[in-house]
């Protein structure tokens, strides 16, 4: 019996181990494979634990970024408050400056409005002169425009010829001019600086005695002074403008007459700037006994500064002189009638 206890033991025995064997090595899959899904569970957690931080800052951000967004709101809407009043202080402080050099002119006795530019007319009397006034407000800086006579340098024509070739709404006469001969043709030629649309005519004239240039720039103000090179002038972007003498203010200020310029009653022709950079125009008549006698230019200076005028220079007086407007000539020339001229200022519709 032992013997066969024995022999069933000796025939068990490597299966015993066998099955040992694999039982041991099931146990370590086992285990490493538990190992492994901890290890991936810490992972996940881990990530899991990153997403929701994510996520709450993206939150936080998007709440933050939303107070912002409603404090920019609410900023924009008071910057927008405060725009509009101040623009409406700004239009009741331009209204009110209008309306103080209106009172100072008078009633206007014709006008004109289109979206280029306003325009109001007014009658100049005084104690032995008569003359007109004109009042521009420039919308549209190119609407003011520098003519030669016939569009060609040497040529002349009177300052009605020049606004109803043009169809201009308001004209005067310009710039000074000197007889020459060119071509063995009697011309009459521009004085000084000419500018165009923009273009210098001709070479540059360095200011010499009490010659000016006036005209306005490329933002429709007026621009006006001595220049003894191109560059200083064109700095300024002139748009259009001419030459002649002498100044009469500056800076709200009187500048002195020059002596063969001082205490004499001649027609006269002027253009000046207000302080909202509205254009001041004006011809005074003169010679006329029975009509007007003409003014000095010191008593027209004195006349610009009471109308509120901060700058003022004297264009070409005399028989030029013309103030033409809805294409008829409402001052009274001297020679009896227009006089031909090289340069005309107009104002288009």
Known sequence: MRIINVFILALILPILVLVGHASYSFYNITNSASLDLKRLDQKVNALNTSIISVQEKTLAIKKTASKQEEKLAQQSKALNSLTKESSKQTKLSDNAYEQKIVSRLGKPIDTYQSPKVKIEVFSLQGIGFRGYI????????????????????????????????????????AGGFYNTTVDGKNVKWPLGNTVIDGKLLGGFTPTYKDLFFAGVDSSGELLGGKFTDEKQLMVHEPVAGVSFVPMLIKDRKALTIPTQWANQKNPRTIIGEYGNDDLIFIVVDGRQSDWSNGVTLEYL???????GVVEAYNLDGGGSSSFVFKGKVLNKPSDGRERTVTTNIVIMP
């Open 134 to 173: 004109a009042k521009v407000k420039l919308y549209e800086p190119k609407a003011f425009k520098v003519l030669l006579g016939n569009d060609k340098i040497g040529g002349s024509e009177t300052t009605s010829a020049a606004v109803k070739r043009t169809g201009a709404i308001f004209g005067i006469n």
């Open 301 to 307: 200076q004195q006349e610009l500064l009471d109308f």
